[in-house]
Structure formats: C-alpha cells, structure tokens
C-alpha cells in the first residue's frame, strides 16, 4: 500500500510517543470535556497508561479499576447510568489523576457519511449552509446538544488515535454541526429532554468500501493491496481506499456506548448499485458487530432528486436509491426519503431541517416508543385492472395525497417493457395507473429517475418512496 504507507508510519510514531509519554493514565480521545456518555446502557471507559498500571475512573457515585495490559491498555464499564441535567466530573486516576470537567448522560447517536451528512448548519461558506442558516445559528442555544467532530483521518490499519473536541451547542459553536444531525438532535431534545451527543464521523466524496471494516471486506473479493476503489478523484485516492475510513475515523470510537447510527451516503457509489445491495447491509452488519451492542438502530437518508450530469430521466440514481431500500430487509433499520426535497442541480441540497426531522420522525418511532406517523407511502403491490394497474401501499397515513396536483413521475409498461409516462387516480390508499399507449399495463414505476418530481405523499405529509413494481 504505497500511497499509506507514510500516514501508517506517522500513525505508528504517534503511537509510541503517547505509549512513552504516559505519565498519567490517558483517557482515549472521544473522552473529554463536555463529553454526552449514553444512558441506560453499561458505558466502556478505556485509554492508556504504563503497562501493568492500576487506573480508576469514578463518576456519579461509581468507581470502577482496570489495570493496563502489557500493551498499555485498559478499560472499564461503568453500569447504566440515568439522564443528567447538569454536567459533572469524571475522573480518571492511576499513577496521577485526570478530571474530566462537565460530562452529561443522555442518548449519543453516530452521524455518519460523506458531504450530505458532514454538511454544516452554517460555515461561512456558500456551499455548506442550510436555507436560513443566519436565524439558525442565532437561535441554537441548546448547550446540552453537543457535537464530537472526528478529525479526517484514513489508515492502513485499525489506529486508536482519535481527533477531535466535543463542543455544546451555541450560537457561536452550532454553525460547525453536521446539519442533518443537530437537527434531528434538536427535534429529540425538544421531546426527549435529555441531553444529546453527536458524533460526527464524516469525509465529503467518499465510497461506502472506505468505510466498510476490514473484517466486513472479507466477503467481497477484490479489494487487494490497499489500491483505491474505482473512480477514485485524482490526489485523493487515500479516503477512497477499502476500510481506510473505517480504521482511521470509526475504530477509534469503538466500542463507545451509542443509542444508533445515522448515515447519509451513496451519492460516490452512484453507478455501482448492485455490489451497493450487497455491501451497504454487509456495512451495517459488520459496524454492529463491531460496537457490540446488539442490533443497534440504523437510520439513513435515501439519496434526493438529483439531476446527475444535467440529465433527469436517467436511471443511476434510482438504481442506488433501490439498493438503499433493500437495506430494510435488517431489523432495527429506517430510510428517510428526501426524493421531494432535493434540488435537481445541487449535490448537496441545504433543505437539512426536514431531512433531520423525518429521521427524528423514524428514532421517535422506532427507538423511543413514541406515536407518531414516521414513514410516507410504502409499495405493497401492484395489480393489473382492465386498462389500468392497481397499485397497494403500506403507511398510507390518512389517505395519500398528490397536494392538489395530477400525480408526477408514474410509468407504465405493457409485455414490450416499454415504459410510458403515465396518470393515475387516488383511491382511498391505492393509486389506478394508465397511459393510453399501454393499453394491458404489467408494470409500474413511481420516481424512477434522477430526478423526478414528485408529489405522491401520505396525509401527514410524508412522502411516498421511489418504487418499481418490475425486475427488468
């Protein structure tokens, strides 16, 4: 692995320089100040020290020892701890003592992916700001909303060292958020009312491989050698190389307690849908596995319309968006659907507010036990009738809705596999789909393309995923 070998060498410097330099016991980088530990669940506690040293960590009433392995090592769980309103030290003690100053207790989520997940709220910036971003920043004063940005890093191997700071959420802090997460935070404070920590483990224009671990790789022949997944942009082939991300930016954090994970990602793996279909599951899979912590939910964001090389009716997009959706087949699983929300010239579209709150919508549901209408229409079947296709949805809500409008972005398609735009009627939670140049339908497709407009939506507002009724 020629292009890693000289971060792997500064890695392994690094290493041994803190491994010489432990004066003290040296709590491992997600723990600082401000940290958010999660609640209700038993919480590892680990870093290093000399080895053979005996290292106690005492917080809320708990004192719990560890003593470092030959390598330096050590870790200890605190039991379950309940939600905190006020910050309190945590503190770290062996050879000498280390205190952890204002640690809250509430619900960590993991944010991650590429440029729509490390999208800010506000940088200053053009391109990374949401709509509204001045009155957003100036109204985020949740300081018991914190965000741990994990510093880029890609390795040839698994590495502990970790990058980073965790910052409570303020007017002055909040512009450096990941927007889509401090959004969704701010909907689950708003209900929960306990303190939310995000970890914000991000690299815009990254592949899903980069981020798939080594172990998870295993299944997938052809990645050898350290070279860089296809496509990779010129001078940037190290964040695009199999499980470099997952070692360098994620296997630090393991084996944090976490309440899930959010991932918005697939837009540099448009194109190559069908190994997506298999190695995003294999991803969630493998990050489970890893974090030891059962099924822990996993939410993502499907891709939105995006009019990919100026061209609305191709096919890429809607083929990745499919592969996402198969991901459901997993327990413990949401998609949020941002096919309305996109815009078609803009990669990165700043409408992050909505984006958060329907996966804020899905944890409510899903992982809190909150009544709440969480998911727009589903597919369920479609029928031939007469002239016409019958099409079935789940999650119809109170009846589905086109907001007024003839429904956009059907086609139908007879024996000929051709398919035909096409208009439909609402029925109840069923549409009837035809096209008088399909004069017996077979098949249907709602939003297949880069970006159709759509306007299929339940009565709470939610809108219908992309769907194909055929597997032509």
Known sequence: MPHLRPLALTLASCAGLVLTAAAAPA??????????????????????????????????????????GADGRWITVLQPLAASAAGADLTITGKATVTLHDILVGEVWLCAGQSNMEFTVDNHNAVYRVENAAAEVAAANFPAIRQFKVGRRASAAPTDLLAGDWRPCTPATAGQFTAVGYFFARDLYTRLGVPIGLINCTWADTPLEAWLSPAALAAFPGFHNGHPVPGAPPGREDPWVPAALFNGMVHPVIPAAIRGILWYQGESNVGRAAAYAEQFPALIRAWRSHFGQGDLPFLWVQLANFAAGNNPAGGQWAALREAQAKALALPATGQAVAIDIG????????????????????????????????????????????????????????????????????????????????????????????????????????????APEANLFSGSGLPAAPFRSDSW
């Open 343 to 450: 815009e078609p010239r803009n990669i990165q579209p700043r409408n992050k507010q909505e984006v958060g709150r329907r996966l804020a919508l899905i944890a409510k549901a899903q992982v809190y036990g909150i009544p709440v209408e969480a998911s727009g229409p589903v597919f369920d079947g479609a029928v031939p009738e007469g002239k016409a296709i019958r099409v079935h949805f789940l999650f119809a809500g109170e009846g589905l809705t086109a907001g007024g409008k003839p429904l956009q972005a059907l086609e139908v398609a007879g024996a000929d596999r051709v398919f035909h735009p096409a208009k439909a009627v609402i029925q109840g939670d069923a549409i009837l789909v035809s096209s008088p140049l399909v004069p017996q339908p077979l098949a249907v497709r709602y939003a297949w393309s880069n």
């Open 27 to 68: 709590p491992a980088g997600l723990f600082q100040d401000h940290a958010v530990l999660q609640r209700d669940k038993p919480v590892p506690v680990w870093g290093r020290a000399d080895p053979g040293e005996h290292v106690a960590v005492s917080f809320a009433g708990q004192t719990v020892g560890a003593t470092a």
